[in-house]
């Protein structure tokens, strides 16, 4: 199935400044008052402001219109055969106002690293199972139905050759002598991995972009927001966030409920697939430990640029926060996951 999304055209834009100015602007346009949309948060892309019970996001800049423009054309053809409740964006692109999408508000509530962490700590691993279903179900996504979309095509041999070339020299008098050499050697073996099929990933699987949709306490659905970093990439990209802002457990919780596949996760809910003996399970764990190494080639990678561009802007916080980080993880002796 094609995008129905069409192509805006090209106009001169003006950036809101602040969510007042981006409410100001797009009131008119949504035949209501200032005052009447309320700030719900700001990235560096985009502001978002709640009309109702609609979500309003806001271009602030140039990427933030390619972003929205991206989740529109995506989930215009995907949103349906997704295993979570997501944004259906509709596109607004007045003639000399800023480029915004509105969509209904996804229901549910954030899920935290608490409620996570505590669940798969007790043996309920509901939350894991609804996660790793909507991964499954957005990297089968058909590609071809999203081929007038704006996406980047991204792998991790292509990013790792990269930063060979940029990162480590750059931050060669910032990282301490074995953790640059360990991180030399990562790269070096990540950009000779052989590229896994790409697919559709939502690219900020992240606290804030999860929730969960509870009946009698329990989650029962998953909603999912901001697909504003959608790309086509391999599909250990997408764990990348769930490790970072959740941590090994959480994450491995999900892996494994992921690699199982539907057909092998139990009737109970939150069951978990016991892997067969013999070489079968071998197969699976070998399978298992490729991809987690492949999600720490992503993470090595994104940790990389996001360090890398506080230097570009001028953010010593940032870079400061980045290098500990890199630090952090490269003078392990064994990654925590492995």
């Given at each position: 199935m094609s995008s129905p999304w069409k192509w805006p055209q090209k106009r001169p834009q003006q950036w809101p400044r602040s969510a007042d100015e981006a409410a100001s602007r797009v009131a008119p346009h949504l035949g209501v008052t200032a005052r009447q949309l309320e700030a719900l948060g700001a990235g560096d892309d985009c502001f978002a402001l709640a009309c109702g019970s609609r979500v309003v996001r806001v271009a602030r800049r140039s990427a933030g219109r390619v972003a929205l423009d991206r989740e529109a054309c995506v989930l215009a053809a995907i949103?349906?055969?997704?295993?979570?409740?997501?944004?259906?964006?509709?596109?607004?692109?007045?003639?000399?106002?800023?480029?915004?999408?509105?969509?209904?508000?996804?229901?549910?509530?954030?899920?935290?690293?608490?409620?996570?962490?505590?669940?798969?700590?007790?043996?309920?691993?509901?939350?894991?199972?609804?996660?790793?279903?909507?991964?499954?179900?957005?990297?089968?996504?058909p590609i071809a139905g999203v081929s007038n979309c704006p996406l980047v095509r991204r792998s991790l041999s292509m990013e790792a050759t990269r930063l060979r070339h940029r990162g480590v020299e750059v931050l060669q008098d910032k990282l301490p002598r074995d953790?640059?050499?360990?991180?030399?050697?990562?790269?070096?073996?990540?950009?000779?991995?052989?590229?896994?099929?790409?697919?559709?990933?939502?690219?900020?699987?992240?606290?804030?972009?999860?929730?969960?949709?509870?009946?009698?306490?329990?989650?029962?659905?998953?909603g999912v927001i901001d697909f504003g970093d959608v790309c086509l990439a391999e599909p250990a990209r997408d764990f990348v966030f769930l490790y970072e802002d959740f941590g090994s457990m959480v994450l491995l919780d999900v892996v494994d409920d992921y690699l199982a596949g539907e057909e092998e996760v139990g009737d109970e809910a939150?069951?978990?697939?016991?892997?067969?003996?013999?070489?079968?399970?071998?197969?699976?764990?070998?399978?298992?430990?490729?991809?987690?190494?492949?999600?720490?080639?992503?993470?090595?990678?994104?940790a990389l640029d996001w360090t890398l561009d506080g230097l570009v802007i001028g953010d010593e916080e940032r870079v400061d926060e980045g290098v500990s980080a890199l630090s952090n993880?490269?003078?392990?002796?064994?990654?925590p996951l492995l």
């Open positions: 949103a349906p055969g997704l295993a979570a409740n997501v944004p259906r964006p509709e596109a607004w692109r007045p003639d000399g106002g800023p480029r915004f999408n509105v969509h209904e508000r996804v229901q549910g509530d954030v899920i935290t690293q608490d409620a996570w962490r505590t669940a798969v700590a007790r043996g309920d691993h509901q939350l894991s199972a609804l996660v790793a279903s909507f991964l499954r179900s957005l990297h089968s996504a953790a640059r050499a360990h991180l030399r050697m990562l790269l070096a073996e990540a950009s000779e991995r052989t590229p896994a099929e790409c697919c559709l990933v939502h690219g900020d699987v992240a606290t804030g972009h999860l929730l969960a949709i509870p009946v009698d306490a329990r989650p029962t659905a998953l939150g069951a978990r697939a016991i892997p067969r003996d013999g070489a079968e399970r071998i197969g699976a764990q070998e399978e298992r430990e490729r991809f987690l190494q492949d999600i720490r080639g992503w993470y090595l990678v994104e993880d490269l003078m392990r002796s064994r990654w």
